[in-house]
């Protein structure tokens, strides 16, 4: 597992690459989603001291998710697409990165120390939602445009290894 990083450093970037690099090591050859939805968010929530809280929520139809395994305190159940931020995430298909949250109409609270949020759906092949992966953190506006990067990179690998 790797040291968590703290936001202040100038070495997300080459975090990321290292940490995505040992999930493809750990994932490699995997068929199974739940295992690796829990190998993912236990090596992403480890590596960042930034996030509070780490995880999948599946797309169980293709207007409703609820919760896969994470890290961090007690995640609410169910998100319909039409709610929250995963919810907009899933049901735009697009990545959501939110600032702040009490400007997000809509917001789900789940934890009231969160402050920022980063979701990225992914997508099955055939372009269906198979999930969207969700990081919080207790710091304002702390995602960047490297975390979403690296976040849509992994999403898209694992829609194309997982989503078929
Ligand atoms: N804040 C999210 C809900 C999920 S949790 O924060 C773990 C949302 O608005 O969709």
Request: with cysteine.
């Amino acid at each position: 597992m790797l040291d968590a990083l703290d936001a202040a450093s100038p070495h997300r970037a080459a975090h990321y690459e290292d940490a995505l690099l040992r999930l493809r090591g750990l994932l490699d050859g995997e068929d199974d989603w739940t295992a690796a939805m829990a190998t993912v968010s236990c090596e992403l929530h480890h590596a960042f001291a930034y996030f509070h809280w780490t995880g999948f929520y599946r797309a169980v139809t293709q207007d409703l998710l609820i919760v896969g395994p994470y890290q961090g305190g007690h995640g609410c159940l169910r998100i319909p697409f039409d709610q929250g931020v995963c919810g907009a995430a899933a049901r735009t298909r697009t990545t959501q990165r939110v600032a702040d949250v009490e400007a997000f109409s809509g917001h789900i609270a789940c934890s009231s120390t969160t402050q920022s949020e980063l979701v990225v759906p992914i997508l099955r092949p055939d372009g269906t939602v198979l999930a969207v992966l969700d990081v919080d953190s207790d710091l304002p506006d702390v995602f960047t445009d490297v975390d979403q990067r690296a976040l849509e990179t992994l999403a898209a690998r694992l829609g194309v290894q997982f989503g078929c």
